[in-house]
């Protein structure tokens, strides 16, 4: 029996070894809806997206709760209006609103980054909203 039991657990390490190595091999998801959140929105919205971030005493308007927008709407992800509301095209670049333009801002920063490279600025500005949506919407209180 001893004899049989040896090989079997070298088996079983060397497999478990193997498995260790596959996984660690497999790059990191990288979450970019996240990222970008707690990169530009979180400071206002909080990480949670509830509205708590550190700004907050410093905007005349508090900013809503970002987990109600589903609840709010009647349970669906307001997905369309809420693009509106991030990229602000149709925003009076005056008005009261103290939630950043990011379409604009994008647009710049698509600029920034390509410098001298062909690139769609349009494509750049819908990749990133769409990212910030998504991650918004697993935000979204049950
Ligand atoms: C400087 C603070 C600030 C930052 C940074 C900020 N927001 Fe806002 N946001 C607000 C405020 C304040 C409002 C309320 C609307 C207003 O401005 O009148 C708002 C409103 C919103 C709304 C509208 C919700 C609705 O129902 O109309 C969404 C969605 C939103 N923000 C998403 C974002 C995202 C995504 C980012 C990051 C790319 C972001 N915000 C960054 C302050 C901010």
Same mark, same amino acid.
């Given at each position: 029996m001893k004899g049989v039991v040896k090989p079997l657990v070298v088996a079983a390490l060397c497999a478990g070894f193997a498995g260790m190595a596959l996984a660690q091999a497999k790059p990191a998801r990288v979450d970019f809806g996240k990222r970008e959140f707690d990169a530009n929105c979180a400071s206002c919205h909080g990480l949670s997206g509830k @509205?708590? @971030?550190?700004?907050v005493e410093m905007l005349t308007k508090s900013p809503p709760d970002l987990t109600l927008l589903a609840k709010n709407a009647g349970g669906v992800f307001p997905m369309a209006r809420l693009y509106d509301v991030i990229d602000g095209a149709n925003v009076p670049s005056h008005g009261s609103r103290d939630m950043p333009v990011w379409g604009r801002e994008y647009k710049i920063q698509a600029g920034e980054y390509y410098v001298d490279v062909p690139y769609d600025p349009d494509a750049y500005v819908r990749a990133r909203i769409l990212a910030l949506l998504e991650y918004i919407n697993r935000l979204q209180a049950k």
């Open positions: @509205g708590q @971030g550190p700004l």
